[in-house]
């Protein structure tokens, strides 16, 4: 005889989890639809074949691409990235590392979309000094209007300042990604209540970008609800790159699942996981 009807308890009915499928709840950007939410980039790692796995183990659709520094297709004869992250199977992101004003962060793009066939999709980043890595806002600002009026569709780099990133967004930019940290830091999300307050107000898709350390801060940045987390060193950085890709992976995942599940709110004092009302004896 079962135990449940030796106390006289009624069996507890069967509970269904609905799991949330990525194509049911994808990363729109520019009008386009992506199962993961984990953008990465190419710099920093051993060679091609180990950006290629570590790549493939984050389970990344989205793969950014300094035109300054990586070869692809620009320099003729010399290793190209192309080769091992096509883009017919990935969106290659170009975006403007190393560009300190507007007017060289604009040229930039210009080449991108003559390298990639007209692609309009570029990841815009003005950067104030080499020290900090900070973004330069007014040349951010300057740059990105400039880049949307000839065409772009443009997902920008910025502090964690929420006027900033609605002003962006204003301007019509398709993605605002602020950073957590300073790039390539390690330190995590340093002010997740200005995140918050950007993600509440946004319109567009807030990516986190620069500063995540590890799986946890990936998950942090999904719980705020954040819609992608976009990250380089962490994982390049990391001793075993393949792996750490891999586990940034499960931790974009269930971060935004977190989120959507919705947490409980926090209390100053114990709640007991089962309650004396109601008790057997």
């Not at 290793?79 to 190393?98: K, S, W």
Request: glycine share 8%.
């Amino acid at each position: 005889m079962k135990l449940s009807v030796l106390l006289g308890v009624a069996e507890m009915p069967k509970v269904e989890i609905q799991k949330v499928e990525t194509w049911a709840d994808p990363l729109v950007i520019a009008g386009k639809s992506y199962r993961s939410r984990l953008l990465t980039g190419t710099g920093k790692y051993r060679d091609l074949e180990q950006t290629a796995a570590a790549s493939e183990a984050a389970g990344a659709e989205i793969i950014t691409v300094a035109i300054r520094r990586v070869n692809i297709g620009q320099e003729e004869g010399q290793p190209n990235l192309l080769d091992v992250l096509p883009p017919e199977r990935y969106t290659i992101l170009p975006n403007t590392a190393g560009c300190y004003n507007a007017r060289d962060a604009i040229r930039t793009c210009q080449l991108a979309r003559e390298l990639l066939d007209g692609q309009a999709l570029v990841k815009l980043e003005v950067l104030g000094d080499a020290k900090t890595l900070f973004p330069h806002i007014t040349e951010t600002l300057v740059a990105a209007e400039a880049l949307v009026k000839d065409g772009f569709e443009v997902m920008v780099y910025t502090n964690d300042d929420p006027i900033v990133a609605r002003l962006l967004a204003e301007m019509g930019c398709v993605a605002v990604m602020p950073l957590a940290a300073p790039i390539g830091s390690g330190l995590g999300i340093q002010n997740r209540y200005n995140i918050l307050s950007i993600v509440e107000e946004a319109t567009v898709p807030i990516i986190v970008d620069a500063g995540v350390g590890t799986a946890s801060d990936a998950a942090m940045a999904m719980e705020l609800g954040c819609a992608g987390v976009l990250m380089n060193t962490a994982i390049a950085g990391a001793q075993n790159p393949v792996l750490m890709a891999s586990a940034m992976k499960h931790a974009v995942i269930a971060g935004r699942e977190a989120f959507l599940a919705g947490r409980i709110p926090r209390k100053r004092y114990a709640s007991a996981s089962s309650p004396l009302d109601g008790t057997i004896f």
